[in-house]
């Protein structure tokens, strides 16, 4: 098993930027591929960012495609999201979650396939 702790949210202003930061701890974080999904208000979690196992193959939703940057640090057990342009419309919680994949370039969209989840960050985007 492992066990996620998302930080890193908070109020911004439209076009502005924060990081998310998924720190894991318990089994081999490198044994998991990585995703980040948002919950707004009455509105079901969707996808936002995925990135394999290795780092070297990185998935992105088309809302946030080119503002949005997922990346991890096998080394220190952390996957983060770098959000840039931010629109109030991204207001939501965020949340990191863990697919415990064989493949190690694998990565999906899809919400069932990941295993473990954080229990979420509020990021508040006023315009």
């Known amino acids: 098993q492992v066990q996620l702790v998302e930080s890193g949210g908070g109020l911004v202003q439209a076009g502005g930027s924060l990081r998310l930061s998924c720190a894991a701890s318990g089994r081999t974080f490198s044994s998991y591929a990585m995703g980040w999904f948002r919950q707004a208000p009455g509105k079901e979690r969707e996808f936002v960012a995925a990135?394999?196992?290795?780092?070297?193959?990185?998935y992105y939703a088309d809302s946030v495609k080119g503002r949005f940057t997922i990346s991890r640090d096998n080394a220190k057990n952390t996957v983060y999201l770098q959000m840039n342009s931010l629109k109030p419309e991204e207001t939501a919680v965020y949340y990191c979650?863990?697919?415990?994949?064989?493949?190690?370039?694998?990565?999906?969209?899809?919400?069932?396939?990941?295993?473990?989840w954080g229990q979420g960050t509020q990021v508040t985007v006023s315009s």
């Open positions: 990135i394999s196992r290795t780092g070297l193959n990185t």
């Open positions: 979650a863990a697919d415990p994949i064989n493949n190690w370039y694998g990565i999906t969209r899809v919400r069932e396939e990941y295993d473990y």
